[in-house]
């Protein structure tokens, strides 16, 4: 199966800085990753698919990139509700996989 | 608008077995596939299963594999997940999700299982 590795595990920054989370593949996985945000008590929210696509209703400030196995989310001005634990998520090849996940904490 | 809603979760003894349900509203149900996913206390997600839209195909998690099924009923709006010989291990919420373009873009709120004697 394809493992995917998030960095950094957390990342402390202040509302309004930039935020870059990072994640690799163990293999190819084209542009076929997923990013999904997560707060505390609640499901996942998808909030960029095919590497660079935002979902429906996601701010512009969410930006992604990459592709083969190198991958970043950016989230350009942090906002209060922003802080969280971010996913990514392959969906290249069965099973499908998940990082470990990036907590982004407000410092 | 779009809704999936988990039920069925609970405690179980290992060994034991446990059905869950998915209720989905709001859009054409049996042109989606849909997923479940897990998250264990405190940990990561987890994707546990996939069934296609028609329910002629599933992939499932090395995890689960041959312990675990998903079915679904295209007249009800209703995905299932039936789990067999459960083990400390499966204890989680279990997440429902729609499947678009191959991306889970829905989520329940999810239902937890909990493997306990």
């Known amino acids: 199966e394809i493992v995917l590795t998030q960095s950094p595990a957390t990342l402390s920054l202040s509302p309004g800085e930039r935020a870059t989370l990072s994640c690799r593949a163990s293999?190819?996985?084209?542009?076929?990753l997923a990013w999904f945000q997560q707060k505390p008590g609640q499901p996942p929210r998808l909030l960029i698919y095919?590497?660079?696509n935002r979902a429906t209703g996601i701010p512009a400030r969410f930006s992604g990139s990459g592709s083969g196995t190198d991958f970043s989310l950016t989230i350009s001005s942090l906002e209060p509700e922003d802080f969280a634990v971010y996913y990514c998520?392959?969906?290249?090849?069965?099973?499908?996989?998940f990082g470990q996940g990036t907590k982004v904490e407000i410092k | 608008q779009v809704q999936v809603v988990e039920s069925g979760g609970g405690v179980v003894q290992p060994g034991r077995s446990l059905r869950l349900s998915c209720a989905a509203s709001?859009?054409?149900?049996?042109?989606?596939?849909m997923h479940w996913v897990r998250q264990a206390p405190g940990k990561g997600l987890e994707w546990v299963a996939i069934?296609?839209?028609?329910?002629?195909?599933?992939y499932y998690a090395d995890s689960v594999r041959g312990r675990f099924t998903i079915s679904r009923d295209n007249s009800k709006n209703i995905v299932y997940l039936q789990m067999n010989s459960l083990t400390a291990e499966d204890t989680a919420v279990y997440y429902c999700?729609?499947?678009?373009?191959?991306?889970?873009?829905?989520w329940g709120q999810g239902t937890l299982v909990t493997v306990s004697s």
């Open positions: 999700a729609r499947d678009w373009k191959w991306n889970l873009d829905y």
């Open positions: 709001g859009f054409t149900f049996n042109d989606y596939g």
């Open positions: 069934i296609w839209s028609d329910g002629t195909n599933a």
């Open positions: 293999q190819s996985v084209s542009t076929y």
């Open positions: 095919e590497a660079s």
């Open positions: 998520q392959q969906r290249s090849n069965w099973p499908r996989t």
